[in-house]
Structures are given as structure tokens and as C-alpha cells.
């Protein structure tokens, strides 16, 4: 009696894998990786390009900048979603290995400072926000708000957000030491939805009714102030691949989407700027 | 010691346990209830009309016939809103500029939350998105939709020395003495007869693949990759850990080499998860190239070294409780060592081994930091099985961290999050339960 129901058992798992085996097939993969700023772009990209072509798994992962870099240089991935240029070092890398990375600018960010929305400051200038991470200014009523620490939010080193806002911002001086540092770009949004006091910076597309996009420098972030350049910390945002696709395979058909009319559209109501104007 | 101390310091010590005992039992049901609760809320939940009408036209769920009929009444109940949004757009052209601005950027606020509680407005280009073609599936969302439209979220500055307050103001108040006044109240009473909100038991949520990002659909391909994960990384230690396990206590000499060997397994066992995963990256992907992305081969390999030793030691422990006896008298009928340790040892010590390598199998599918960089990805479609070999997948413990922490619209999927929370707590269970049952059953056996 024992054994019968070990068969069954083992008839059962049978049954599993076979129907396992009877999910539908699925051909070719398009692999991306990289930027936690460009992955929502990629995700939309992703789910309408796999609705268009059945046949394609089109997978993405969200990892930083820095990974995506390191994930094309080493080949593990078609596509590196990038919130910056990619850097000298990794071009060296990439050239080593016989990858030529070629970069296509799919959409523009700014990149919006953001605060808690019960806070009442309207903007702030940039050398204000320098201050501000490098501790010279410690209490919102310095800069003409409540009597309340500020809470320093960062995003890590590896991404490339971080490293806009080194350059733009920062002039790249250090940071002060109690900057927190978080992994992603919806961590550091859920950061200031929950702190009072709290600053940090995110891609655009991450700005929702639950925290509140600053003026800098008088200059509100918006598709106008950042195309025409106004907004000072604006910059494009890239995907990656090795070399120019072929014309006319999966992986060409996918990185042109963003020219297109529809992946205008896409990338519009993601709340990034597209980079055509139908 | 006195007599009444010893009692005194008995009774101290029963207290004590039993405290414990009553806190852990406490602690469990504080996290266990929470999350069956919620867990349960991505199956059951109220439905709207828009939630039916995407199973049917996605997935091809439920009556056509009946959800057509449904969908042509809610358009009757929702044709005066929108009939009232257009007349009113002629008469904002005869109010007075001041004015005019201010009710023009209101309809704006208004239109985009209406959008996002009805879905598209009709006669307008269907949009490419999917997660902008149909209004809240919800009712729960709705409701909080509908309060968008309502009211308008406003800070008071007022006190410059302190935060602002949050304040809601009707919106109503704008249109004070307009035609759009009426809209409100409609919307509010009739929201019902909108969005015709159901009981439904979503359980394809289980069997359907993630739309758009994980905004609809269900968890199908995450489902899939900690199963394959988790048997893949079995396959790979299992057989490994066993044999490992019979060399070190039947045949290896005890001495330094092996104790030592003991000692360097201790330390694996010990290894933070992440440092697996950078070596699964390093050595699996990067150097000799098991899949040229990702893959889940090269994830079940990486947790396979994660739970190895965990594996041998069980399995080590298992063997030397089998009775010496046992060997004794097989190898006194002439047994060879081999044969003895093959048809007496190992069969004796098989609920044992078994036990340990299922709590492995559990440990495997939950662990989260081993397959970020060799298996796991935010989005992708199930795999089949010889897929498993060159493509990456999305999995459960890596998808719960990237929706609650990566996701551009956390807040309006956490039902999604909670269910994959709810999912894998229950996987790993069944695992357990599965190793329980298969111990009891072939101890049984054992004993004749």
C-alpha cells in the first residue's frame, strides 16, 4: 500500500514537469540590464514590444549604471540601460573584450530634487543644494523653512544618477558623511514620502503627487526648461549595445522603438521626455 | 540548596520557558496573519468592470456575452460625465480670464484623475501603454481615485516656522455657481454604476503571466523560476551532498586533513549569501561561461554551492545514526563495504537525509541575494524547461525587493507584492510539510 502511494507521488511530480513542458515556446531573448532610472522605460519598451512579437523573452533586470556597463563589457547582456555616458575605463574594458558600445539616447531626465510636500520651500539654488550635502547647511530654516533637520538622501555610487548629480551638482566635492545612501530610485522616493525632513534626487518619471519636485534656481523641471537646457541638472538617458544592431534582427527592431511614434507615447507617459516630437 | 529554593528556582525556570514559548507562538501569528490576510487580498477583492473587461480581452478569462453586457451598462452610467466635461468646455470660454485660468488648470487636474479611475475618455486614440487603457481594476484603488477627483490635495504654508498641513479641498468649491457644479455629486452617487464593483476570486493570479510591469496580470513566471531555481540548485547538491556525506563518515580516515575539511565546510555554511552570488557572477557567468547572460543554470548553481553544505552535514549526521550494529551484521553475511553502505546504511539513514535536504530546498527557493546577479531579472516571460539553460527568469524573493523597492508605481501594485510574499511563504511551507509527510511515510516503512 506504501508503494502505491509513492507512485502516485511520484506520478504527480511527473505531471508537474510535463506541464511544465506544455507552457507555450518562446524563441529568441533580448537581455537588458543596468540603470534603475531607465528600467521603467525598458519594462514599457519591453511589454509592448514582446505584445508586437510573440516570439521574443525580453528580460529586465535593474541593477545600476555601473552593472549595466559591466554586464555589456562582458557580454552577459544585450542592451546596458544608462543614466550617464559610459566612462573612459569602461570603453578601455569594453574594447578589450571586443565589445564597441554604441550609445542611443532613448529619452531626457531631469533630474528633480525632491522634498517632503508638507514642506514649504518653493526652490532652492544649486550652490543652496551643495551646501546642503556638503553639511554646511544642517536645518531647513537656514534656507528659509521650518525649524527641521534636513535629512540627507543619496543615491548609491554606483548608479549613474548619483554620478549626474556629482557632476552637476556637487562639482564633485565629497559628500558630507551623514548622507544615507539608498539602492534605487523608488527606495530614495519612499525615503522622502516618509521623512518630514528629508531631500534627495530621482529620475523624472519617479516624481508622483506623494513628494515635491523643487524649483532650481528659480527653474521648475518640466519637458520645456529641460529640453531648451534651462533646468540645470538635465541629461539623456542612454541604452547601449554592441555595436550598431543589424538592420532588421529582434535586437534593431527593439532599440528603434523610442523613434517611433508609439514609443514616443511610452516614454511620455512614463513622465520622461521623449527625445523625437511627433 | 535548600529544598525551597531548588522548588523556587524550578517553578523560575518552567515560567520562563513557558514565556518564551507564548512570545515566539505570538511573534509568529503577528507575521503569519498580516500576511495571509493581505497575501489573500491579490486573489480576493472586489472587482471592477474594468478588471473584467482586461481578464476577458488579456487572458481571455471569464463570459463574453455577460461582460459586454456589463460593460454597455457601465457606459450608460458613465455617458453623462463625460457629456457634461464637454459642454462644460464651451462654457469656461465666456468666463472672465482671472477665472478662466484657474478652472482650466482644475479640469486638467480633474480629466488625468478621471483617466486614471474610468480609463481612456471615449472617441479618444486608444493608448499604447497598457496601464493607460483601462481605468482602476480595484475597487479599493478606485475609491482612492475617486477621491482625487473630488478633492484636491493642497498644502497649508501658512506658518512658514513649521511643516505644512495637508488639506483637502472639494473641488466643488471651484465650479461654485457653473454648470460643472452638478458633475461632482453624479459622480459620487453613481461611481457604483461606473465601475460595478464584484466579489472576485482572482485565482489565475497564480497561472497568468505579469502585464505591463506587473500593473495587471498575475505571477506565473516568478511562480515558475523559484521552482526551477530551487530544484535546479537540488539537482546540482544533492547528489554532490550525499556522496560527500557517505565518503566522510563511512570511508575517510579520521585525522587532521578531514577535520580540517569539517572545519572549511563550517565556514562555507557561514559565507553571507551575497558573496555567493558575486562568486556565482565571477566564476558560473563571467569566467567559464555556463550561459553567455544570466540563466537560471547558472543561479541553481550558485545556490546548489549556497545549501551544500548544509546538505552534507544533515545527510553526515543521518548516516552516523544509523546503528553500528546494522553494518556489523551485514558485512558478518558478507556484505562489501560498498554493498552494506548501499542496501543498509543509506536506506536507514534516508528520512534523515531527506529531512535536511528538503529545509534546504525551502532555504533555496527563498533566498534572495545568491540570484540577483546570476539569475534573477524584473520582468520576463516563464521559461520552458531547456530554456532554463540560457535564460534568466524572474523569481519570487527577488521580485518582492524590486517591487517594493524599484517599482515607479509601488503604492498602486502592493497587492501584487503581497501576494508574492503570501506565495512563497506558502511554497516554502509546502516543502517542509512535503518533508515531514516523506519522513513519517518511510520511517513507517522502516520499522516493517
Redesign the interface.
Known sequence: M?TN??NVLILSIVFI?IS??C?P??GE?I?I?GS?TV??IA??F???Y??KNKGV???????GSG?GAKSLI?????IADMSRFMKEKEFKAAANNGIMPVAHVVALDGLPILV?????IKGLTIEQIRDIYLGKIKNW?DV?????KIVKISRDTNSGTYETFEKLVMNKEKLAKDVEYV?????AR?RVQKT?GAISYAGL??VD??VKALEINGIYPNQETITSGVYPIARPLFMFTDGYPKLGTELYKFITIYLSE?GQ??VE???FIPVTSY | MQLKTRKFINKLFSGIGITSVVIMTAFLLILLTPITYKGLGAIFFSGTIEYRMLNYKEFGHGDKENIEKEFAKAKTARAPVYLQFDSFKKEVKKLEPKKRREIKNQLKEIKEALKELLGPFPDTPIPVLLRNQYGQTRWKNAQEKLHHVLYSEEWDYSDPTKPGIQVFVPRKKYFAGTSFESFFPYLEKNIKKMLLPKFTCYWQFLTDKSKDAHFFGGIMPEILGTIYLALGAMIFAVPLGILAAIYLSEYANPGKIISFLRICMGALAGVPSIVFGLFGLAFFINTIHVSNSKSVLAGSMTLALLILPTVIRSAEEAIKAVPNTYREASLGLGAGKWHSVWTIVLPSALPGILTGTIISLGRAAGETAPIIFTAAVSVGLPLKIWETLSQPTPALSWNIYNLCTEHEAVDEIRHVQYGMVFVLIAIVLLFNLTAIIARARIMKKLRG
Do not use: R
Request: net charge positive; proline share 6%.
Open positions: 506504501n502511494k509513492l514537469v511544465f513542458l507552457t515556446c518562446y531573448k537581455v540590464d534603475t528600467g521603467p519594462k514599457a519591453a511589454e509592448y514582446m505584445g523573452n525580453v528580460t529586465v533586470s535593474e541593477s552593472n562582458n557580454g552577459t547582456c544585450q517632503h510636500p508638507s514642506n514649504p530654516k528659509g523653512g521650518p525649524n527641521l539602492g534605487s530610485n523608488g527606495a519612499q518630514k518619471g519617479f503627487k506623494t508609439d507615447e511610452i507617459s512614463i513622465g
